[in-house]
T-cell receptor, first 114, second 110 residues
Framework: NAGVMQNPRHLVRRRGQEARLRCSPM?????VYWYRQLPEEGLKFMVY????????ESGMPKERFSAEFPKEGPSILRIQQVVRGDSAAYFC????????????FGQGTRLTVV | GIQVEQSPPDLILQEGANSTLRCNFS?????LQWFHQNPWGQLINLFY???GTKQNGRLSATTVATERYSLLYISSSQTTDSGVYFC????????????FGDGTTLTVKP
C-alpha cells in the first residue's frame, strides 16, 4: 500500500512564476490536508479538502494560493506569482473516511524561490 | 484556537540515555499524534494516541486527555533518534485540521 505521494520533491521557481505542488493520498483515503513549514519552524495548517470540496481553508493566504482535490487525480496546491517568502517545505497528509483517524504525511515538496 | 506547547525546546543526550518529551494542549482533543522529523525532513508517524498508553520498541507514549497532556518516552537513545519531535492535536471543535507544537529538537551524541 503506497503512502502519500508528493511531487516534485524539490521545486525551484523565479519570483513571479507559478508553482504547482501535487499530492496523491494513500489508497482509500478521502481527506487531504496541506501544511507549510518555514525554515526552523513547525508545521502550519493551510487547507483541508475532500473530493471536489474545500472543507477548511482558514490557513490559506488570501491571495495567490489555491487548492483543489478533483474527482479524479491528485490534489493540487497552486501558488501564483511566487515571492521569496513562499520558500518553504509544503507537506500533504491524508486520512481515511473518518477524519479523526490517523493522518499520514508525504515526504514534502521543498519550494525555493530565487 | 487550540494552543500546543512542547517542552523542552531542545535536548542533548549521550547515546544510551533516556528522555521524556512533553506536549500540553489547551482544549479537548479527539486526535493526537507524535511525529519524528528526521534530518532529511521526512515526517515519520510514531504514535496515534488520543488517550491511553502505547509502546513500540524503545519508544512509548502516554496521553492523559482529561489533564490535557501527552508524554513521549525514548529509552536507550541512539544517534538515529536525532531530529525534531512534533506533537499534533485535533481539537473537538476543529474538524479535520491538526495543530502542531513547535517541536523538541533532540540531539543524541555518540
Amino acid at each position: 500500500n503506497a503512502g502519500v505521494m508528493q511531487n516534485p520533491r524539490h521545486l525551484v521557481r523565479r519570483r513571479g512564476q507559478e508553482a504547482r505542488l501535487r499530492c496523491s493520498p494513500m489508497k482509500g483515503h478521502s481527506h487531504v490536508y496541506w501544511y507549510r513549514q518555514l525554515p526552523e519552524e513547525g508545521l502550519k495548517f493551510m487547507v483541508y479538502l475532500q473530493k471536489e470540496n474545500i472543507i477548511d481553508e482558514s490557513g490559506m493566504p488570501k491571495e495567490r494560493f489555491s487548492a483543489e482535490f478533483p474527482k479524479e487525480g491528485p490534489s493540487i496546491l497552486r501558488i501564483q506569482q511566487v515571492v521569496r517568502g513562499d520558500s518553504a517545505a509544503y507537506f500533504c497528509a491524508s486520512s481515511g473516511r473518518n477524519m479523526n483517524t490517523e493522518a499520514f504525511f508525504g515526504q514534502g515538496t521543498r519550494l525555493t524561490v530565487v | 484556537g487550540i494552543q500546543v506547547e512542547q517542552s523542552p525546546p531542545d535536548l542533548i543526550l549521550q547515546e544510551g540515555a533516556n528522555s521524556t518529551l512533553r506536549c500540553n494542549f489547551s482544549d479537548s482533543v479527539n486526535n493526537l499524534q507524535w511525529f519524528h522529523q528526521n534530518p532529511w525532513g521526512q515526517l515519520i508517524n510514531l504514535f496515534y494516541i488520543p488517550s491511553g498508553t502505547k509502546q513500540n520498541g524503545r519508544l512509548s507514549a502516554t496521553t492523559v486527555a482529561t489533564e490535557r497532556y501527552s508524554l513521549l518516552y525514548i529509552s536507550s537513545s541512539q544517534t538515529t533518534d536525532s531530529g525534531v519531535y512534533f506533537c499534533a492535536v485535533r481539537a473537538n471543535t476543529n474538524a479535520g485540521k491538526s495543530t502542531f507544537g513547535d517541536g523538541t529538537t533532540l540531539t543524541v551524541k555518540p
